[in-house]
């Protein structure tokens, strides 16, 4: 089991009483295969919204690796390989939490490595309903459910007269001092 690469030339020498021969012969060891991310930290665990492209995210592929491969993308992210880069990129037409692996090819021991891509929603139109709504309701309590849709977040709202707290589990805007006009 050799533990060291490149080409090693070796010669066979009989021993014995009379004329001795000699064999050559030639072991190569070739690297086993490496991948390293080189696109900034973090972009192997990216979060996007729909529609909207990832941050390109790639690998330095070595050794032994000739190529690699990548499986459990979403639709509208791929991968391709050149000059020993493999790059994840495009964007993605579905929601969701995808897990993707990527597996180094070439003619010795191939390596993986993972990577999560996370897409969200876009908020909905509603959004302008929204502003409208906040402006003219006079109540303590607004229901975002009818007015925003996905993964929208909305941390604290204030203003001089009114100011609330959004419940992203309920899609409820709590809020005090609210005045229409």
């Known amino acids: 089991t050799p533990t060291a690469t490149g080409v090693f ?13 000699t064999a050559n012969g030639t072991i190569t060891v070739n690297p086993n295969a490496t991948i390293n991310l080189t696109s900034a930290v973090g972009t192997n665990g990216q979060t996007v919204c729909v529609n909207t492209a990832i941050t390109n995210i790639t690998y330095a592929i070595g050794g032994g690796g000739t190529g690699a491969g990548v499986v459990g993308l979403p639709a509208g992210v791929t991968g391709s390989f050149a ?21 180094t090819t070439g003619t010795c021991s191939q390596v993986t ?43 604290v709202w204030a203003e ?20 229409a006009g």
Do not use: K
């Open 113 to 155: 490595t993972n990577g999560t891509i996370t897409i969200n929603q876009q908020e909905s139109a509603g959004i302008d309903n929204l502003i409208t709504e906040l402006c003219n309701t006079a109540g303590s309590t607004i229901d975002l459910n009818t007015l925003l849709s996905g993964n929208t977040t909305i941390g």
């Open 9 to 21: 030339n070796y010669t066979v020498t009989t021993t014995g009483t009379c004329a001795q021969v």
């Open 160 to 179: 001089t007269t009114a100011s609330g707290q959004f419940n992203s589990g309920t899609g409820v805007f709590n809020g005090t001092g609210l005045i």
């Open 83 to 103: 000059g020993g880069v493999f790059t994840i990129s495009g964007t993605p037409t579905a929601t969701g939490v995808f897990n993707y692996t990527v597996t």
